[in-house]
């Protein structure tokens, strides 16, 4: 449950996102999510970092935490925080000690992801997952680290002690996400492969662990865990693992954020940068702001799975097709558009009639689109594209238009253009 202050709804640009309800003034509080659904901590930290409320024993003058899970590979910073940590039946502890014991005995180096056929619907995720045969092989670090996050998500389901369903409609980036880095399928499966075999040494949790369960989770980490960083407020953070914190993960990204997050302990608190209006997206930063605009946009372009749309982008085509309009308005004759208002009228017609025929052909030659994906493929390649009047204007102006296009053909083109645009919801 949100608070009073914002709620979810679709964006503009796609996809959902948190806004204001109402006015919030400048460093208001607005949201607190008082622990992680699930979380884990990169293998090279795990002595360094609690366990349960992720202190960082550097930031408290000390090397490591002594306090640990016997046989469990996890370390804490109180005995209250172990036992916190430790479920009724402490399967988690069991799981992760069968993580480490299955990581031991496999010999040999980690395989190098395979370049794979590119991914290009859900089809063939599917039949990729179906045609694998699950050969267990050794893990990279990485790899190993994504199983225990895998295993605290399932026993958080299996226990009963979070919302799987809330979970489950976070946006799922599988598709978009292997479709950019194919390669990733194979380590994917070998994480699946691995955490099934560690999981039979747990009977109670072996039947969680399933690769619809995996896929699921695995879907839905790519764009919504946030990284778990040292507190420290002098130079570079450390990123000292991920959490899935699910109600924060509605806060979409903007290069200028109008909210900060601030994590304390196991909370992640939300604050208002400046003054908010109501209905205004509530956007946080999802890279470090004070780096250089090359590295963010190195690291966005990297990330960038989750249909994330520069609003900055956005609004700059708005005002370049908007001068485009207007500088067509200035060349026409006067009452141009009245005088030839049955020509314009049946744009319209011609139009759609143009997009559906191109949508059409697309959707018998290219099996695996759907209708809807033909449409907006057809939407580019038709009189239809919304940045037609810009390409028009190639056509139009210029000293070659002058010399060699007549001037009742440039006046037609123009208007086309600009009913076009105006035609468009």
């Given at each position: 449950?949100?608070?009073?202050?914002?709620?979810?709804?679709?964006?503009?640009?796609?996809?959902?996102?948190?806004?204001?309800?109402?006015?919030?003034?400048?460093?208001?509080?607005?949201?607190?999510?008082?622990?992680?659904?699930?979380s884990v901590i990169y293998r090279v930290f795990r002595k360094e970092v609690c366990g349960h409320c992720f202190s960082y024993a550097f930031d408290s003058n000390r090397n490591a935490w002594n306090i640990r899970r016997d046989g469990a590979g996890v370390w804490f910073c109180s005995i209250g925080c172990r036992d916190a940590w430790q479920d009724g039946d402490g399967l988690l502890?069991?799981?992760?000690?069968?993580?480490?014991?299955?990581?031991?005995?496999?010999?040999?180096?980690?395989?190098?992801?395979?370049?794979?056929?590119?991914?290009?619907?859900?089809?063939?995720?599917?039949?990729?997952?179906?045609?694998?045969?699950?050969?267990?092989?050794?893990?990279?670090?990485?790899?190993?680290?994504?199983?225990?996050?895998?295993?605290?998500?399932?026993?958080?389901?299996?226990?009963?002690?979070?919302?799987?369903?809330?979970?489950?409609?976070?946006?799922?980036?599988?598709?978009?996400?292997?479709?950019?880095?194919?390669?990733?399928?194979?380590?994917?499966?070998?994480?699946?492969?691995?955490?099934?075999?560690?999981?039979?040494?747990?009977?109670?949790?072996?039947?969680?662990?399933?690769?619809?369960?995996?896929?699921?989770?695995?879907?839905?980490?790519?764009?919504?865990?946030?990284?778990?960083?040292?507190?420290?407020?002098?130079?570079?953070?450390?990123?000292?693992?991920?959490?899935?914190?699910?109600?924060?993960?509605?806060?979409?990204?903007?290069?200028?954020?109008?909210?900060?997050?601030?994590?304390?302990?196991?909370?992640?608190?939300?604050?208002?940068?400046?003054?908010?209006?109501?209905?205004?997206?509530?956007?946080?930063?999802?890279?470090?702001?004070?780096?250089?605009?090359?590295?963010?946009?190195?690291?966005?372009?990297?990330?960038?799975?989750?249909?994330?749309?520069?609003?900055?982008?956005?609004?700059?085509?708005?005002?370049?097709?908007?001068?485009?309009?207007?500088?067509?308005?200035?060349?026409?004759?006067?009452?141009?558009?009245?005088?030839?208002?049955?020509?314009?009228?049946?744009?319209?017609?011609?139009?759609?009639?143009?997009?559906?025929?191109?949508?059409?052909?697309?959707?018998?030659?290219?099996?695996?689109?759907?209708?809807?994906?033909?449409?907006?493929?057809?939407?580019?390649?038709?009189?239809?594209?919304p940045i037609y009047p810009i390409i028009c204007a190639a056509i139009v102006g210029g000293q070659f238009a002058l010399k060699h296009v007549p001037v009742r053909l440039r006046h037609m083109l123009s208007a086309e253009a600009a009913a076009n645009k105006m035609s468009l919801p």
């Amino acid at each position: 449950m949100y608070s009073d202050l914002l709620h979810i709804k679709e964006t503009a640009y796609g996809g959902r996102g948190l806004f204001a309800t109402t006015s919030i003034p400048k460093n208001a509080f607005i949201y607190t999510c008082s622990s992680p659904y699930a979380s884990v901590i990169y293998r090279v930290f795990r002595k360094e970092v609690c366990g349960h409320c992720f202190s960082y024993a550097f930031d408290s003058n000390r090397n490591a935490w002594n306090i640990r899970r016997d046989g469990a590979g996890v370390w804490f910073c109180s005995i209250g925080c172990r036992d916190a940590w430790q479920d009724g039946d402490g399967l988690l502890g069991k799981m992760h000690a069968a993580v480490d014991r299955l990581a031991r005995s496999l010999k040999g180096e980690a395989k190098e992801s395979c370049s794979r056929k590119k991914i290009t619907s859900k089809k063939d995720l599917d039949a990729a997952w179906a045609a694998s045969t699950f050969d267990l092989e050794p893990l990279t670090q990485l790899e190993l680290d994504t199983v225990r996050f895998l295993a605290s998500v399932i026993m958080v389901r299996y226990t009963g002690g979070g919302e799987w369903a809330d979970f489950i409609q976070l946006q799922d980036n599988e598709l978009e996400y292997i479709r950019g880095r194919p390669q990733d399928l194979d380590s994917q499966i070998r994480v699946y492969a691995f955490l099934r075999k560690a999981a039979q040494a747990v009977p109670d949790f072996y039947a969680y662990v399933t690769v619809d369960t995996v896929r699921a989770i695995l879907g839905r980490d790519q764009g919504n865990a946030f990284g778990l960083y040292d507190m420290s407020t002098s130079g570079d953070s450390e990123m000292l693992g991920f959490a899935m914190y699910i109600k924060a993960s509605y806060f979409n990204h903007d290069c200028s954020p109008n909210v900060r997050k601030q994590r304390e302990g196991r909370s992640m608190h939300f604050y208002a940068v400046r003054d908010i209006e109501a209905g205004e997206e509530l956007c946080i930063s999802y890279i470090d702001a004070s780096d250089p605009v090359e590295k963010r946009r190195e690291e966005l372009a990297r990330d960038c799975i989750w249909g994330l749309s520069h609003k900055v982008t956005l609004e700059v085509m708005r005002i370049v097709l908007a001068i485009g309009l207007f500088a067509i308005r200035v060349e026409l004759p006067r009452n141009y558009m009245a005088r030839h208002a049955k020509g314009l009228l049946m744009v319209v017609p011609t139009m759609a009639f143009g997009w559906v025929t191109v949508a059409c052909v697309l959707w018998v030659l290219f099996h695996d689109f759907n209708f809807v994906s033909c449409l907006a493929i057809a939407a580019c390649l038709t009189p239809t594209d919304p940045i037609y009047p810009i390409i028009c204007a190639a056509i139009v102006g210029g000293q070659f238009a002058l010399k060699h296009v007549p001037v009742r053909l440039r006046h037609m083109l123009s208007a086309e253009a600009a009913a076009n645009k105006m035609s468009l919801p």
